[in-house]
């Protein structure tokens, strides 16, 4: 029983010492990469770099217990950091006393939304996150997270916040304060990194360009040319505390503690599942909210700040060998070993060199490949992927995403509100009736019309289905019958219902009969329902076209 | 050329002496029972009584030049006035200068408004306005009128504004405050009304009270003991003025001019297509916003307020045998004879009279025989019904209509992100495939499974897809084929044709081949640009399962 909301107690006792390799080379290689990705997302996040490592620690723990997933990384990422930065900045001044303890309460509303959402499985909410609306609104972010890293990588102070085109002005204002050593260390680290990941992806950069800019800026004594060091990193395990509770923050943390529980439960599951495909096992979405929901309640006791499974450092667990949570474990332990006895060495550790690390990983974030394939397969796609794009930078990462998720199923709305009509004709060699624009051999009598309409019927297109059929009858002017091939009426609503009875009545008058065929289940029980039997007997029930033309003699 | 845009160019020209006598009894009732509709909702409206004839006079003369429908009765409606009440009073006191002022900016807003939409077409908005909507909207802003003309029934002051529940609660309160004399004027005024309506449909009820309650009041004095009268109602035309534009009223007013607009506009078209069918001829909706919008922004100039087509007036008009907008011109020049030379005679009519009347007539717009009807049919959108009229009386008018719409929308996007799913099987006799569920001596093999997806892919459903679909072949491990029916997805977006894609690929993996059959033309043509057919020739080009079916060699 317990099994079931733990699923560690299901791996944990059977855990076999063959998968150990694995995990340990795997557990070994995320923690490399997470330590100087965890420091620079905090800072990213408006927070000490610290805080980035203590987010690597308990909430791992946590999801390795609790999480369906064998090989997700969770940690801070990048678009939660920027959310949570855009979220909290607005409360107060990022890196203050209170900010740090806003982004705590934050954190633990974030879990207590996602363990609740998965309690009452609402984990289908993230279905309505076209992956359209997710790529731009993801190449959005990573160019609004790689512009906020620019004050750090030039070595002057920017002021614009997060709005990229005052930011870029202002930066190309202040050209003449940029900091040549800086500017230098950040422009080699990009370098170092994309080169290094090109040509010899086995050596982790990230490290490598840490490891010796800490030797270089120590060396030269480069902290007195003006170049921005990290400074103390207090070592020591994250302490426990509650987070304090604040009502009128609550309510205004609202809104990104709702994007943030979606949007990190969406980065999350998208991994897991790619990954669980290919390993034939299952996650389980709704279970994976549980465990995520954890992991952050847990994280937010103990000084940590919003995470969920990262893209990237998933993958590089995956490949690196990982077989089980256990690698987890291991990363978390490396990283407690870090924040124990290592925390000196980050001392002179150049912020440039985080920037260039952010910068590098957001890079592959933008996606505009995605939107030239939109554009190409179905233009009014590429649209989302463009308007989500475009309010997500103009307007803001919060309402950027909203924006999108409206604008696509307002596509979706209007597409079934104007749906695509046809007359069908009988093609006799291949005994089937298709629409005889398409086929223009297909046969057809005068005085009868098939129709077919392709969309589910419902009050916001019925009056175009009326508007259509009434075009064909007053255009054939000999019409008696009117088949009507309903295989495409995937439902129907109360209203349609009506006005379908309706519209068959009145055309009844005129001397036009109506014959339904290949009405499905579900909408033959409505039409039951809605007392059609009653009216229009076996007119209603021909299980083909076919059926109902040799009723009436055409077949 | 004109002609297109002044539809009475069309008819008056060619007027025949024979549709003079319809058209003169039809104009002559209609007056009868505008005049005291007219100022009893003008009165709703927070506004003098004559502006209700005012609004009955210009704004009926535009739209019978303007418009097409031939019986439509163009003038002040009950919904409308309350909308006007709700958006106006929140800026400025009901009945002072600067809310006369404001009302007309707001018929002026709305008749560009309703211009704007026609020019560009946008009469199809109203198509997203269910019906179970409006039905749910009407019956609680019916209730919310009723109540708001308690205190003139009553004789008491009533404070507590729009608040369904408070204002029932005043009035209880008050109820020591009520004077004895209106309050049997009021009741006496209503029972006459309901019981000649019944009775004597041919006498015009409300003329007959309020011409019986002037003598009474006149005769026994009256207004000495407590019974508000109407009093001086100036007489002569209505002067021209040019409404005047504050920016910030402007802007305040937006909201409320783009919702009058919209019912406005439906309540209209409803009416004149339902009597345009009967009478064989045609509106056009977008032409119909025009003729109105022209007929808002004429009267905005002429001390009117905002005016639409009236439900139970035009179905007056159209019994009383009128044959062309004549009706209405007639109705018009009666109106302006009364603003003439009989003004004088209103100065005794009662208060209560009128709320007696405002109160008969919308009593009958509360529909709950609807609600019912849609719990019978479907309940879903029994509760579109609930909670449209519940948001409407609770929460208020704009907004309530707002959150049916919403909900209306939610419920049909539910319904395709989970839509019905079939497996298939052949049935020998009538020679189709039909859902193994309903039919279940219908023929399945042990490796094919015929899947029927009932509804169009797209971002929201193909998790869902995909989940129903892995179930499927899971449960029927033998399987090497699956046949997709496609004939029930009438649409595919970009994404879900990515997916698509990547599932059938997988599955080749794993020996399990797919072949689509069905497939629609629209839906075909974007499998095109997706690259489908390079990847799985023939596989998705079967006309019928049948067809697909005979390939692998299994019928």
New interface residues.
Partial sequence: MLKKFIPALEWLPNYKRTDLSGDLSAGLIVAIMLIPQGMAYALLAGLPPVIGLYASTIPLLIYALFGTSKHLAVGPVAIVSLLVLTGVSTLAEPGSEEYIALVLLLMLMIGILQFLMGVLRLG?LV??L???VISAFTSAAAIIIGLSQLKHLLGVKLEAGKDVFKLLTEAFMRASEINPITISIGIISILVLVYIKKLIPRIPGPLLVVVVSILVVYGFNLENFGVKIVGEVPSGLPGFSIPSLDFNAFLALIPIAVTISLIGFMESIAMAKAIA?KEKYKVVPNKELIGLGLANIGGSFFSAYPVTGGFSRSAVNYQSGARTPMASFITAFLIFLTLLFFTGMFYYLPNAVLAAIIMVAVYGLIDVKEAK??F???SV??WTWVITFVATLVIGIELGILVGVGF??I???G???Y??V?ELGF?SE?K?Y??IK?YPNAKVSSDVIIFRF???L???????FEDKLSERILDKSKTRWVVLDF??V??I???A???LKELIM?YREAKVEFLLA?V???VMD?MK??GYPEEFYEKITY??VD?ALKDIGLH
């Fill in positions: 289908f279905n309505f076209s992956h359209a495909a394939h939109l190409k397969v179905r796609d590429g696509s199923l596509v979706f709305i597409r079934s509100a749906p695509h046809a093609l291949e089937v298709r629409n398409r392709d969309a589910s419902y009050f916001a297109n019925m009056t175009f295989s495409g995937n439902s609503d109360a209203v219902l009506h006005s009145t290949g499905k289940g579900p409505l329902k809605a299980l083909s059926h």
